[in-house]
């Protein structure tokens, strides 16, 4: 256990998902639409996370258990929180979407009260009551506000909630990092893939060569980088000290929208966002059994 290592890899990941966010909506220069840029971001994942686990030697056998929880966690991570994303996108600023999805800590408290009787301490409270504030901030400064991109962008963090609950009570969270990875973009695929067929969107065509570079730097730092890095982070520092280093991310797609596609960020975009943050933080910081727990016992 390398405290240095935990959160550098803690770290690391938040800034690539944040980084991600840009790469993800500068896919829009090449033409596209939100299932066929989330279904081609999830497929060119696939061989390389293969290559990867086969270079490591990974066994990628699973049992039906693993086998349909993985096909949830592709169905309500790259397939629906993917797709909620990209469409919000193209609806409001990348920095505001961000922090409207990262109001997912809180949205996974609540979830947990209402559905699994977890105790609503002072803490979770407060938290929740710091996320709304938060997002009316941040909503009312948008000057490019558009009520269903901020639909969007909430319901992305609520699906994201419910992809980490069904990691947690699927007992998919022990599996190898890459091997997650792998599973969940093959399953994202195949939903996509029907989801787009079904519905007649285009496939074929889409994309300019710009674009392809964008999807396949997306791919890179939300699959091969970002989703692998996470439990070694865990593994080394727990799951509160990579929590915290999480809101790296929303503070890394503000900052990169602002410098890079000069997206506006004024006095109430700067209070809604750190509001938002507070809330995560808060979650972050509050003990729970498993966290008190000596570090022998809980791994």
Do not use: Q
């Not at 989801?195 to 997306?218: I, P």
Request: aromatic share 12%; glycine share 12%.
């Amino acid at each position: 256990m390398n405290k240095r290592i935990g959160l550098i890899f803690a770290m690391g990941a938040a800034f690539f998902y944040g980084v991600s966010t840009i790469t993800g909506k500068m896919s829009y220069v090449g033409g596209g639409n939100p299932v066929a840029l989330s279904f081609y971001r999830n497929l060119i994942s696939v061989p390389m996370l293969f290559l990867i686990l086969k270079l490591r030697k990974t066994d990628l056998s699973i049992n039906r258990k693993e086998c349909v929880g993985l096909a949830w966690l592709g169905l309500l991570g790259g397939f629906v929180t993917g797709v909620l994303l990209y469409t919000s996108y193209t609806l409001i600023s990348v920095g505001l979407s961000t922090c409207a999805h990262f109001s997912f800590p809180v949205i996974l408290a609540v979830i947990y009260v209402l559905f699994y009787k977890e105790k609503f301490s002072r803490t979770k409270l407060l938290a929740l009551a710091l996320g709304v504030a938060g997002i009316w901030f941040f909503l009312e400064s948008d000057v490019r506000m558009n009520p269903l991109g901020i639909f969007a962008a909430l319901l992305s963090g609520a699906t994201y909630a419910a992809y980490l609950i069904v990691m947690d009570r699927r007992g998919l969270k022990g599996m190898d990092g890459y091997k997650l990875s792998f599973y969940c973009c093959v399953f994202s695929s195949l939903w996509l893939g029907i989801y787009g067929l079904v519905r007649g969107y285009n496939f074929e065509h889409v994309l300019g060569s710009r674009a392809w570079m964008y999807v396949t730097a997306t791919a890179v730092l939300v699959s091969v980088l970002g989703n692998t890095m996470i439990p070694v982070a865990v593994r080394n520092v727990g799951a509160t000290v990579t929590g915290i280093a999480g809101i790296l991310e929303p503070v890394t797609s503000v900052l990169l929208g602002v410098i890079l596609l000069k997206e506006p960020f004024g006095v109430r975009s700067a209070a809604g966002a750190f509001l938002v943050l507070a809330a995560a933080i808060l979650l972050g910081l509050e003990k729970t059994p498993e966290d008190r727990k000596p570090r022998g016992e809980a791994a």
